[in-house]
């Protein structure tokens, strides 16, 4: 199945003359053997490939439907449609994932898998003892941002997809079934320490049940759709309806959804308005901080077990990613005293958008300067 | 037209294994000549067929939608993207059905239509003598339950297509327009029996009206768009459209609404409870019979004027199907006395995925054996 | 880019079996070096072409959808996937004009797009001095409706590209972008010849703001998603998304626009039996002096700057058009007093398909009669 063979795309012509030119060769010659060169190569390549995403269809289309909305366009993608894209996609991710689960060698996924729940929780602690500790900052929002921010997006996770089948960066195809590990146990996480936190002010001794915010995560519209792929993928055989017809709409369909985004990013910014500056300061940092820490685990299960560059990429931009469909009715069931306004917006506003246009292009930059490919 | 040449398909890589082990060779030898020996072959092939089935897309992901509405999932297709896709699928066999009448000797399809009209009315008195007589069984509810199982599913017609297709099963494209021929008959039928009915009971005098029960028919959404699809594709000359749009999206579009479907089954699953369990029992069998009578009548139109194999399949199918879309609507205002959730439940959470799981497979054995194709 | 080389076209098999055939030949033999025979030629092309037409997919679901809204079809296209529908066709239609102006002379747009503009005010004004001063005509209602004649539909056009790309004529691909020349001056010139002329009426002296309205009108939906076509086709490399999502759903997705269309000029048919008949007198006629008035300005265009005949054909198409979907609420918001069942319904269920079904052919007929193409 070599589907993802690198094939030369007009879209980087211009980083690619870049990269042609003395200035880099010259830079990363001098520096090619020490780690400091090697953070100057990630650097550069970032640099290149942030200036080639800003052309390619993904991220233009998301900062086209920030532009036209913040114009006042009337321009709607009826709801409906929203809903079905988000569908395809993540049934097309499914799909890949579950037939390659089949020809895969289970033990390769257990550490990955391993590392997805760690960042997952991690994350969620993380923004417990930095974000809720903040003065205006309340303790159930922060708890619940942070839960959003360990959640995965589907979009994000289409859209890596996209750029690095562009490039031509192979990944174990299963890597996006990781989704669910890193997903599940976040949201679990910050109910639970949001629970704890409020009993602690009430003094109540009510108990908090795992098995009910798990079961609400699974039967998530965008969890459902990946996992029913998956098992699809898994037991079936979807080659035909796959590769001609989820496979070939996976890129025009994700360029509606980023447009989606776009106009949803913009609309949402009024509601951050209403809450403390932190949640914008968290949200512009903390994608790529859990990227970044994503990238570093991934490396380990690089080393350790021969996880691809490409499923380390993916596995940070899974870490990166706060989820925007699922995530958000989970935490209100889950922290019903949590103002939306504050992790909706924090997410949708500026985290997606931070770590679509920012993320993808520094991770595989990073993937390219460390692994060399 | 050679769209449909026997290509090798992986998704039956399976069943060819069994198809080809000594078990079966031997009993099928053995028993070649006789008449019992074909039943056993396609028992066999039933067999085979049905668990190469469970492997296709169709039938996978209409478990697969049964499935996840079980596991209380909140995916969800909206539903103007179900209409969509009901108009796409009908289009399109309507446009292929249309272009080949334009080709075809109108003679040929005489008598295949006769045996539709016959089998839509024939469905409709086997119910009413049958599933109308049982004890709790309201007689209103029990006729129109058989007239929704007279009348034909869009959906089903499209999964034996596909299905049809993938196996290399060739057909007179014009057979699809046999569905307003078996649809149309049993609904007036349905209708007139229930006024008959209730008129004895009431002791009135009314008189029942054909001509406004056909129109409704004619004028609802499935039944238009295949009869435009069927117009267009005899006046005009759609080809391009056909091949660019309607026809590499068919085989996709199905996989979606095979899901809606499985999740609207299991809806309506609630529905059937609260009616006799008679319905349950009439569900299950009844499309299987009135596939089976089809499939001899479309024997006797193979014999008499050389009706395809894969005709005799389709006009089984379309006669195992039972109505989804435009039936229901019909019916509600033809016997408004009936209660819908007899006749809807027993047809979308029973009778379909029998139509479908069972039908499809058992019609193509049986085809093979007594065709031998 | 020879995206749109002639190709054979079977759908034209019966009207180039007439343009071969003897009475033609003779017919235009002998006129062919008069101007005379130049008009003689371009009637019987028209008429060849309207032939042809009535069979191509475009025109055919046009009319298909008028005809089973008039039988009451019970069929529907949601509102949800019309949008989206419109959405992708100027998405299209935008994208591939941003990319040829990528590699188009600027200098060889401008007259054209100041004869746009001219047609434009043109069209506005006409309209003032002949459908608003007749009897039992509205002055208000006769400004609106030659605004929106003097706008422009995205489907109009994008059924024109869909038919000359079918035909093989080569065009200036950043010709659509013409479309805000002619669409925004004829809606910012009805708006305040309305508002002059109820201010005479009433004796005030409120200014008119020109701004507003030209803001409106870029903000709305279809412009939108043109001019956001434009930008990203510009500024972007978007080939990849282009040639495998917009373009190849381009021609099917017209014809499912076409479908809603012709049910919607059904529709809104009664809307017209309320005001005075001169709207269907001036719907019927309007759309072909305009575009004939285009034609001729086009060719004007064509001898100074070397205008392409496609292009001026797509000129000719844009004027004759009237705008259906961004139009109207920017006309409900500047000229409140209008009665909008005048102005759409003379639109949607006269003009658009005078311009369809008509429009097209007429002009594609004068351009192989004029340029000799």
């Not at 996609?89 to 689960?101: A, D, P, T, W």
């Not at 990955?112 to 903040?134: E, H, K, M, Q, S």
């Not at 997903?183 to 910050?190: G, Q, S």
């Not at 796959?242 to 509606?256: N, Q």
Request: net charge neutral; proline share 5%; charged share 15%.
């Amino acid at each position: 199945m070599q589907r993802h063979a690198l094939h030369d795309d007009e879209r980087f012509a211009f980083p690619r003359a870049l990269a042609g030119s003395g200035i880099r060769e010259s830079l990363s010659e001098s520096y090619s053997t020490s780690t400091w060169g090697k953070i100057v190569d990630a650097l550069l390549e970032f640099v290149t490939k942030f200036a080639a995403q800003l052309q390619s269809p993904t991220l233009a289309f998301l900062l086209g439907g920030i532009l036209i909305a913040a114009l006042g366009s009337r321009l709607e993608i009826p709801e409906s449609i929203y809903k079905f894209v988000v569908f395809m996609l993540l049934m097309r991710v499914g799909l890949e994932g579950g037939m390659s689960i089949r020809e895969a060698n289970v033990a390769d996924m257990l550490l990955p898998a391993f590392f997805a729940v760690l960042i997952g929780c991690g994350i969620v602690l993380i923004g417990r003892f930095t974000l809720a500790l903040l003065p205006s900052v309340r303790t159930e929002d922060g708890i619940a941002t942070a839960g959003l921010f360990g959640a995965v997006s589907g979009s994000t996770l289409a859209a890596a997809i996209v750029v690095m089948e562009s490039d031509g960066i192979a990944y174990e195809h299963w890597a996006p079934a990781l989704y669910p590990f890193m997903d599940i146990p976040a949201l679990v996480m910050a109910i639970v320490l949001a629970s704890l936190y409020m009993k602690r002010k009430a003094g109540s001794g009510e108990k908090v049940r795992i098995w009910p915010i798990v079961k609400e995560s699974l039967q998530g519209s965008a969890l459902s759709a990946l996992l029913l792929g998956i098992a699809l993928g898994l037991v079936t055989r979807p080659e035909k309806v796959f590769e001609g017809f989820y496979d070939p709409l996976f890129r025009g369909l994700l360029s509606v959804l980023m447009l989606v985004m776009g106009m949803e990013a913009y609309a949402r910014l009024h509601e951050l308005k209403r809450v403390a500056h932190w949640y914008v300061v968290y949200a512009a940092i903390a994608p790529i901080v859990h990227g970044l820490l994503a990238f570093g685990l991934g490396y380990i299960a690089h080393v350790l077990v021969g996880f691809s560059p490409g499923g380390v990429v993916l596995l940070a931009v899974i870490a990166g990613s706060s989820s925007d469909i699922s995530g958000p009715p989970t935490l209100r069931a889950g922290i019903p005293t949590a103002n939306p306004s504050a992790y909706v917006g924090a997410s949708t506003s500026v985290g997606t958008p931070v770590a679509i246009a920012i993320g993808i292009p520094l991770y595989i930059g990073l993937a390219q300067a460390v692994f060399g490919i």
